[in-house]
């Protein structure tokens, strides 16, 4: 396989795993608040912390996946420039 043709399939994956892990994410925390406002009779407060926990933990997720691709990245950039 061509060196464009493997970076073609690694950044799809790349955004695949981004998707569902924010998808996911997303989804558990808003189901699990939803759930707390039914038991707990409160309607909205739960579901709306979840939306907003969901979204900080998926950008969690983001930053631990993306920062080792970007040194990764980066050390290979300074390699090619000491050469």
Known sequence: MDNTRKNLIYALGLGTQFGLMVALTLAAFLLGGVY???????KPVFMILG???????????????????????????????DK
């Open 36 to 42: 707390l406002d039914k038991f707990l009779g409160t």
């Open 51 to 81: 939306i907003i926990m969901g979204f900080a933990g998926a950008g969690m997720e983001v930053c631990h996946v993306i920062l080792p691709f970007l040194e990764k990245k980066s050390k290979v950039k300074d390699n090619k420039n």
